[in-house]
DNA sequence: TACAAAATCGAACAATTGTTTGAATCGTTC
DNA sequence: GAACGATTCAAACAATTGTTCGATTTTGTA
């Protein structure tokens, strides 16, 4: 399975992780063929995604031979998975790290929404700028990913981090008694394919650098409150809106009494 | 280019259309094989989008040789402009009729945003009832084709129904004068991206149904003001909510003093 | 330095893609 | 029924895809 390789690397702190564990260490020179196919991929993903980035055009970016690729991970879609995970698995650890520190601690009362949404995507503004993490591609990586069309890409996804999906599910429910099942899970799907779709955009992240610049101050955590300010009292809007007040009623009935 | 063949045609209805303008009408019987390949083109691109749905898939579901798509339709890429037109021209001149009628006639004072939205939606729920255009399968195509990632796709809809998209911008920008233009611009991003990938997907369509089932009465008309009684509310409360509230402030700040 | 394992390389593989060709067939018109 | 254009068909085309093979080179170790 695709699987097996997963866990014996770490990128792209691949070269250092060898010598740590005294591999074989050979072919020190430069780059290594590994680490560059693994940076060619990634760069070539978030522009292409899965199925428009071919073989021979990482192999080309990467100033490697077209065989390299079976030979180091096996196939396509194991070069593939690797990539995807080292990315994904830290982010979504931090995530749960996260909301276990704030179950444990207590939410704030009236703001616990947006405190939830803080929790997912807090960790992402913080690897987006760590730039040994690939800096501001992280988050266009983030978007690729989410709105990733080819079935490879979402079973992985889907599968692999069901469990941390359902923990926020579960915390957003809590959160919002008086919201429906129906609703909250029609909510929160919304919620999570703008994200996506706005990541991978080119436009939107610009917008939110905008955002960012209007922090006062400019440490690095008023940056992400900053953004964090305009999102998430936005999504938190959303999902609290109320359903089917009269007077909204009224307004909807007009505009059907003109079609 | 890929337009030369988009005018003088219209489907499903193309057997009536060559018959009132006297053309040829050779191949009367059955199916024509351009209809079915039509047919087929739609049904496909609704399940695997552009890329993947290869000219052998179609020509087999259709029962039609495979050298019928380049003899009838040129290529590929016009095929697909022809089915995708199709549905969206008459979508999107029903939105902007609509639009004008409001225009009009005059907004709702207080639930402008609501009526906004009501408007960009309404004919889509209109026009998934009306079984000769598809029924239920209009929304998932509607969904697949502002979801689809392929370049020939997104450039046939950015250019072709640019000047309607911009007046919707125009309408929400006057109904949200306190709204920066830059948050505007990304709620209203993030508003349609989320509409567009959860009508592609399967479940979110049913859930729209659960909704319509909600409705007192079951005329048709009733269950569109279901629909949009749950839709609209939710949306209007994610561009209406306000930014950077200091009681939100504080709720986000705790979660980065845990991170 | 010599040996063996690891890594790289060019080349070819089989499968799929959109498109084109030229002959065969069909339907209409004279 | 002959002739002509429109349509259908099987077949092949050229390009691209992921993968595999065998020979060659590189590398660490004895």
Redesign the interface.
Known sequence: MAFDMLSNLSFPALKIREREFGKPARNEGRAATKTRILAATEKLFIVH?F??TSLRAITTEAGVNLAAVNYHFGSKEELFALVLTNRLDTLNL?RVR?LD??EE?GF?A??TV??LI??MF??AL?LARNVERGGDDFLKFLGRAY???SPFVRNLLAERYAAQNARFVHAFAKALPELAA??L???L???L??????LA?E??RK??A??AATATGDSA?NE??AV???L???????L??????T??????????A??
């Open positions: 995604g199925d428009a931090e996260l520190a704030l601690n704030d009236v703001n947006e405190q803080a929790t807090l960790p913080r709105a990733d069309s129906q609703d899970s029609m909510r799907h919304f919620m394919d703008a994200i996506s779709s706005t955009s436009d939107a917008l939110m905008g955002l955590a992400d409150a964090l300010g305009h998430a009292p936005f999504l938190a809007g959303s609290r809106a109320r359903v089917n007040q007077s909204q009623q009224e307004a909807i009935r007009t505009v059907l003109f079609a």
